[in-house]
């Protein structure tokens, strides 16, 4: 397999960034009580690491090693409040669903993680399809979570009625706990996939220089 | 030593002011649609609250709120023909996770009449219930907790739990919200008194 369709491959399952680096949990864990806050936030983080990606691997022999830390945070931070702005100018209901998640985003590791490890290093088009990547990977465990969640939780989907009215929502999925619950098997399924994935004729061995 | 502390320096200033130019940029293009925005929000939420009023004049100096906390952001005194037919308020307070934003509508009597929920960052599915059309806290009556208030008192107790049903564990929303409508009602009754309304 080509070294650049491994690297996209990567973020989706083998290196998830939720399910199997498990960072940026926080904001994952705080929004998907609804399959709307779920889409908008992983819109917004993949834009903004795909973003960042890119302008760090452009400018990344410009970076002087000892500041780069405060470097990657200006343009992550630079590029969150461009998402905050748009969002607020032109989907202010889902900016108010959201409140302080989106500014969060600056501090999410997972971009953190991905411009320090990688983006830093490498050329530009690795490094963006390494940022789609694991956008798309946090994207559908994000989406997956809040559909199971808003589901069991609310009885609804996007604010849609699906199950029946005589159906007695399970008000611990939309809390904490019930969050841990799911991500876990959310984690278990990412797992399966996984193994699945490495046994298949597909399975990509590990792209050396891939982190 | 200095020589690459200097050099550090210029190349940091260098990545903030790009990153300075290129928000500008997007500041400049979404402020004022995000200004439309909210006073189209503000213009519709005051005329869906008072459809019989045709105009309104700021009289958020003639107010004052009875709680340090919370803040009376802006008031509209709603007339029709010129004369006072009611009061809205927009204020703040603290609430679960940061600030909610409420607008209340108080009739010359000196009931509420509407309330809105403007902001709320509170939990999903829990808090934030208290903006979603969709939740009751009567279900049977089909009530919306900020519905509850319509036609209540400004001289009601006010008490979550007692003459005002909380949301779902959202204790803490409730009581937040439940203070501020309050305070929103006396600042508006007070207003409505001075100017010869009834009591």
Not at chain 1, 49 to 55: G, K, N, P, Q
Not at chain 1, 90 to 108: C, D, H, Q, R, T
Not at chain 1, 153 to 182: D, K, M, R
Not at chain 2, 171 to 183: M, P
């Amino acid at each position: 397999m080509k070294r650049s369709t491994a690297v996209f491959l990567q973020g989706l399952v083998i290196e998830n960034p939720l399910a199997i680096i498990m960072i940026g949990l926080c904001s994952a864990l705080a929004v998907t009580t609804s399959v709307a806050n779920g889409i908008g936030m992983s819109l917004a983080m993949t834009f903004v690491i795909v973003a960042s990606e890119f302008i760090i691997s452009l400018f990344r022999k410009l970076i002087p090693e000892s500041v780069r830390i405060p470097i990657f945070i200006i343009i992550i931070a630079a590029f969150t409040t461009m998402v905050d702005l748009v969002m607020k100018a032109y989907f202010p209901e889902l900016s108010k669903a959201m409140g302080v998640f989106i500014p969060l985003i600056v501090v999410n590791c997972i971009i953190m993680g991905r411009v320090e490890a990688f983006a830093s290093k490498e050329s530009v088009p690795h490094a963006v399809l390494d940022a789609l990547g694991m956008g798309l990977g946090y994207t559908w465990v994000l989406i997956g979570m809040s559909v199971v969640r808003e589901l069991l939780g609310n009885g609804t989907i996007l604010g849609i009625q699906v199950l029946p009215e005589t159906y007695q929502p399970i008000l611990f999925f939309v809390l904490p706990p019930g969050g841990f619950l799911v991500f876990a098997l959310f984690i278990s399924l990412n797992l399966f996939l996984k193994k699945k994935w490495l046994e298949s004729p597909l399975g990509c061995p590990d792209p050396e220089g891939g982190k | 030593m200095i020589k690459s502390m200097f050099r550090l320096g210029i190349v940091l200033a260098l990545f903030a002011s790009g990153a300075c130019v290129a928000l500008a940029v997007v500041y400049n293009i979404t402020g004022p649609v995000i200004k439309t925005q909210e006073e189209r929000a503000l213009n519709a939420a005051l005329k869906d609250i008072f459809p019989e009023s045709d105009g309104f004049s700021d009289i958020t100096k003639e107010l004052s709120s009875s709680d340090p906390k919370i803040q009376i952001l802006s008031a509209y005194a709603m007339t029709k023909g010129g004369s006072l037919v009611g009061v809205a308020i927009k204020a703040t307070g603290p609430s679960y996770s940061s600030n909610a934003i409420l607008l209340s509508g108080i009739n010359m009597d000196g009931t509420i009449k509407q309330v809105r929920v403007l902001q709320i960052s509170d939990t999903p599915g829990l808090g934030a219930n208290a903006a979603n059309p969709g939740y009751y806290v009567d279900k049977a009556k089909k009530i919306t907790f900020i519905g509850q208030f319509e036609g209540k008192k400004v001289t009601d107790p006010f008490r979550v739990k007692e003459d005002v049903q909380a949301i779902t564990a959202s204790t803490i929303t409730s009581r937040s919200l439940t203070a501020i409508v309050k305070v929103s009602a006396e600042a508006a009754s007070a207003y409505i008194s001075r100017k010869g309304g009834a009591k």
